[in-house]
Nanobody, 115 residues
Framework: QVQLVESGGGLVQPGGSLRLSCAAS????????MGWYRQAPGKQRELVAVVTRGGSTNYADSVKGRFTISRDNAKNTVYLQMNSLKPEDTAVYYCNAFSDSVNYWGQGTQVTVSS
């Protein structure tokens, strides 16, 4: 098992930046993939970005070139650097860990992009 705790959300103006952090309760070295998802009001949860154990990354088309996912195995933490934020990025952002065929989720952190 692994518990995930997100932080770093908040209110930001369009064009601004935020960095989300996801702290895991144990080593993430062996976790197959860790990622960030988001869910806006009235919409389904969608994949934002994922990073594999080998360091490969994949992004939703809507965030390519603006968001960067990274993992620090020494700190058991995954980050999501979000630049050039848009109002349509407003959502609750969830951290995900996929390990031994099981999905683990954090409680989510709210990101609001508004002037």
């Amino acid at each position: 098992q692994v518990q995930l705790v997100e932080s770093g959300g908040g209110l930001v103006q369009p064009g601004g930046s935020l960095r989300l952090s996801c702290a895991a309760s144990r080593s993430i070295f062996s976790i197959n993939a860790m990622g960030w998802y988001r869910q806006a009001p009235g919409k389904q949860r969608e994949l934002v970005a994922v990073v594999t154990r080998g360091g490969s990354t994949n992004y939703a088309d809507s965030v390519k070139g603006r968001f960067t996912i990274s993992r620090d195995n020494a700190k058991n933490t995954v980050y999501l650097q979000m630049n050039s934020l848009k109002p349509e990025d407003t959502a609750v952002y969830y951290c995900n860990a996929f390990s031994d065929s099981v999905n683990y989720w954090g409680q989510g952190t709210q990101v609001t992009v508004s002037s």
